[in-house]
């Protein structure tokens, strides 16, 4: 287990301490459940009262927050206590689970392939023809990855995730387990006959940038001509789709359950709420919002909200709502 | 295939045999579909006239229902039919796949992990270090467990499911195919520069209870800190959702789609419908039923029924339904 | 990379040349981002601002549409450019990845389980007891296949897969990344003393019909009792639920992230849309289509388009939502 003093953690966060307690620091809690060798987190005032009854001895707290730590217990004030909070939740991380040896010799990698200095291929992997792995990749058990694929240093792939063929995956990316690279997208057309469906081939593949996260069992389908593509520093949950020919700009947020359908295009810093999908051939520009639960028909201009099913300005959807309300009665 | 006599099924059930038909049963089947060696089921008395036209030559029926059963045909009398077929589909249920040795040779298992007795483990499986497996446990092929996990007796983990480092997992637990427990939780902070998103680490775990079914391709995250915890006799259905730090209390039930954002608390026996959705730290309390396809946003207090998107009391959600289809007329 | 002249592409899609270009053809792209030796489509009119621009040389183009090829570009005239488009990107795919021996030294396969010809098993998979697979078949590595199985000829199963046992599978089938075919439906009872849940047994199985396609991640359990059945031709898109004795006709599409509810029946080419969920014990008769994001609470005549939250039929909801924004002004 990690120990830390106060003093310690102040080297990590950079504030200022206030109060005084010599209690080893072993671990993070949240401000109910914190016992007095965990340290916890104020990021604003209706947290007052919790302090009070709190065991933790060390608050991590925003320094315009005017509240005293009380006696034997210290705060640590800083700018902005959910930026120290990830910083010491990395200093407090356990480590992940590593491989002594590079390729486990269950793990099953083609003659053409090529590994980076630093990777480790876990048991059970399998690694096809001609793919190239960089530096410090870390494959975990029973993870999949088909051909002439490329991946970036450091990306981190979870157990039971599958990387079809000639996908290209950049650096520092995560994805969690049982995710779905590649897979053809969804397409059919009526038979001449008009009696089955003709299957559409997906040619194309899936462009991955850099620092790009994908949450457990989502779905990012290959392109029918050309390439899906997920812009640098996305960062999509679980149980996410997104389908073939979709483009996604840098720093998009998809929120768990959510779904763009073919040929969806995002901006960059666009956030997808959860469960909300997204119908096929829309644009949502930069900067825009989709609200939890919305159904978006049409495209959203820049820097807007909307919300709802059929979904509109989050301002008029919130009118629509109070007026059936109101209607009902 | 295995044959019972009209005595031998009530030896299970132990209700009140009326009628006689000396035909071997061996299956059970829907009263429209069933030959005459399988039973069937007459919970209501809507199934009065569709028994005149089944083939079947005998029927577990409900002890408020005035039905005769026919020449050559059998009834069996219970008070609740229901938990009579849920008693005899055991009976009939054939043996689940079983495996000779208790580690398959492709299996890889950690030196330092402990399996207790009875305990099998499939082909290509992985048991990580320090992994600790109860008695009677079955890991199906191709399952990854990681490091420090623990699991209780009896729990039975199918095919393609992955668990994370340091789960704690209890007594008679299902995981079907392709779960995935303990991914990194979904947390993201804007950097100080406010350009690109900063991963917040996950360095809780996940405690499941005893009891606990987790349907096929459904997921739980690991906690911020501390633990997403779920509680004993919890069933969650196929493709549901839970982030992390969610904590659901005792024999909650979460249908097909559903997803719990961040931090949601379920009280015991709470209902949530298929593909509704829950707010992140929104509090669900005990007996509480979430009609499918909502959209939760506010606290549910004890014992109430909420519906639609936004939902609200379910009463008020059908008027209004109700005053919208009148207004559009 | 593969090479067609032009004449060799009419030679594929019989349609008819007019202009000229001696430009070698490698591959197909839309009209923005075409070079000189893609082709691309033009299946409307409002395309041909978009073809001036392009620097494809070679469009292939619905015969209906007045428009000319312009110096050194050609066209071919069909009467489908989307089918043709299908023709050609068959003839454009790259081959899939595939293998050099029939079974994989890694994978394990039973003694008891027969393989037809020319059937391939990659890495780590697993074949289970009495397991029957056709001719032809490809199971890609890590997929998991339980005991007493039938896959039929040409069936495709993509990695991380798992179908459980007693599954029946037709000819010509795709399953891609990570399905689940055959977890037990969710079916629960109160106990006796209402206290606890009592698992309902599933002890029928999956019957999947000839050239259904099943997208990433998605489920389909078994039956309670008998099957739960996929017709022939079925196409399911990513992330989709369906429940345990659901009954699907011939050719019914489901989009991405929409999911069935228990004992759910499709008639024959019934579309569900992106998101829709579909009630416990409904009926959607044949040629039905439900909209997008829509929850649907009753059965949906033959035919007929429904939509919205709860659907109605589709023209009704319209005005319902117009309606609505009337009221909210």
Chains 1, 2, 3 share one sequence.
């Not at 109060?19 to 916890?40: D, R």
């Not at 392939?113 to 059970?124: D, M, S, W």
């Not at 900067?287 to 820097?303: K, L």
Request: hydrophobic fraction near 40%.
């Amino acid at each position: 287990m990690k120990s830390f003093s106060i003093q310690d953690i102040n080297a990590i966060i950079n504030g200022e301490i206030v109060g005084e307690s010599t209690n080893a620091i072993t671990g993070l809690e949240q401000i109910e459940k914190a016992n007095p060798h965990q340290a916890t987190f104020i990021g604003s005032r209706k947290f007052e009262n919790l302090w009070k009854d709190s065991n933790a001895s060390l608050a991590i707290i925003n320094d315009n927050i005017d509240l005293e730590p009380g006696e034997n217990k210290a705060f640590i004030k800083v700018k902005n206590a959910d930026l120290a909070m990830a910083k010491l939740l990395e200093a407090f991380a356990p480590e992940a689970p590593h491989f002594e040896v590079a390729i486990h010799p269950s793990a099953t990698v083609d003659a053409s392939a090529t590994l980076g200095e630093g990777t480790k291929v876990g048991a059970g992997a399998y690694i096809g023809k001609n793919v190239v792995l960089g530096a410090h990749v870390t494959v975990y058990p029973n993870v999949t990855i088909l051909d002439d694929t490329t991946i970036g240093d450091h990306t981190v792939i979870w157990s039971g995730t599958v990387i079809r063929e000639r996908s290209e995956i950049g650096h520092y990316c995560i994805f969690h387990n049982n995710v779905s690279i590649g897979a053809d997208g969804f397409g059919y057309r009526p038979s001449d006959d008009g009696r089955s469906l003709v299957k559409i081939p997906h040619i194309g593949n899936v462009v991955i940038g850099n620092a790009v996260e994908i949450g457990a069992n989502s779905c990012v389908d290959r392109g029918k001509f050309s390439s899906t593509i997920i812009g640098d520093g996305c960062k999509i949950d679980n149980l996410v789709q997104i389908a073939h020919n979709c483009v996604l700009g840098r720093s998009c947020i998809m929120a768990g359950s959510s779904g763009l359908a073919g040929s969806v295009t995002l901006g960059d810093g666009v956030i997808i709420g959860g469960s909300a999908s997204i119908k096929d051939h829309t644009t949502i520009h930069s900067a825009a919002t989709v609200g939890a639960g919305s159904g978006v028909m049409n495209d959203v201009p820049a820097g807007k909200t909307v919300l709802g099913y059929p979904a509109v300005d989050s301002r008029e959807m919130l009118k629509q709502w109070v007026a059936l309300r109101k209607l009902a009665r």
